[in-house]
């Protein structure tokens, strides 16, 4: 456990989590659509949805909901909505001392949900101020965790530096697509892209087979573990010596807008208790199909609990 000293020079122990989330945290707006609008056209949508979203919201949240103690490092606003934010982590029991409060708007996304798939617009706010001094600030909360969580709603350099404060295992989430500091990519442990995510990564047109993929991502991390997420198809689980396939669990598709971010947090969870990889990946898809099957973001996430058992 890390030691830090108040303002009397006296020693406080700073309490370890099994997860540390350094990532984003968005006011969602949501909007259910029969029909995307074409260019100059207004459609209308079902009433707007608001709650939590952010990758790293979302991501913190389930793993709280799997019954893991989590550390959330990241930026609100500091107006109603960045507080309603920060309320809410708090209330799903997640450790909220390294959200900062910033001078700036709280992020938003709108999310278009439509046909159970969802077409995102972000715009960053208080998120794209996520810089090394702010990460460096909780060097304790992400030095400490036994998993440490990463995604791409928030600056390379914020990534960068937890990625130097980690010393349990580094999972990194490269969502967004973006092209990532080499770095980056050598630390993680565990890299969790979707296909698309990873041509990104990879400089090359999405692959659909198998071995393709497997190609893709020992270009990307020759030496590496990374599990490559398919939606219905499954997830591919690959290793400097091998590859394997873990199917999908079958869902009824309301809403996959949290789908990735549940399966992240539930391969850290099964990750946790020793897990090896394909365990892990199939839990994951267990939690993700909970997932698919219900509205909203954070909202769709679902508790240990609500994961039916294997058959």
């Not at 698309?196 to 030496?223: F, H, M, N, S, Y």
């Not at 789908?259 to 199939?282: M, W």
């Amino acid at each position: 456990m890390s030691i830090t000293y108040d303002s009397h020079g006296k020693p406080q122990a700073e309490k370890s989590h099994d997860v540390t989330v350094v990532g984003s945290v968005n006011a969602d707006l949501a909007i259910r659509l029969d029909d995307l609008p074409p260019a100059g056209q207004t459609v209308r949508g079902s009433d707007a949805e608001r709650g939590l979203g952010g990758k790293g919201a979302n991501q913190a949240v389930a793993a709280a909901r799997l019954g893991r103690s989590v550390a959330m490092v990241g930026a609100v606003g500091d107006d109603d909505e960045g507080r309603g934010l920060r309320s809410v982590l708090a209330a799903e029991g997640i450790d909220v001392e390294h959200v900062a409060a910033l001078g700036v708007p709280t992020g938003v996304a709108v999310v278009l949900v439509h046909g159970g798939e969802s077409t995102i617009v972000l715009s960053p706010g208080a998120n794209d101020r996520m810089d090394a001094a702010r990460v460096e600030a909780a060097a304790a909360a992400v030095s400490s965790a036994r998993v440490v969580l990463l995604q791409c709603e928030v600056p390379d350099e914020a990534l960068l530096a937890a990625a130097r404060l980690c010393t349990g295992v580094l999972v990194l989430n490269p969502a967004p697509a973006r092209p990532l500091p080499p770095e980056l990519l050598t630390r993680a442990d565990l890299l969790v892209p979707n296909a698309g995510e990873l041509a990104v990564l990879a400089g090359e047109p999405v692959a659909t087979d198998v071995d393709a993929i497997a190609g893709q991502a020992r270009k990307v991390r020759p030496q590496g573990t990374t599990i490559v997420t398919r939606g219905e198809r499954g997830s591919v689980v690959v290793t400097p010596g091998g590859q394997a396939e873990v199917p999908a669990v079958r869902a009824d598709l309301v809403d996959a807008t949290a789908a990735g971010d549940s399966f992240v947090a539930a391969l850290a969870d099964a990750l946790l208790d020793g897990a090896g990889l394909v365990e892990a990946a199939r839990w994951a898809a267990r939690v993700a199909a909970v997932t698919v099957s219900r509205p909203g973001a954070s909202q769709s996430l679902p508790r240990k609990s609500e994961v039916p058992s294997v058959g």
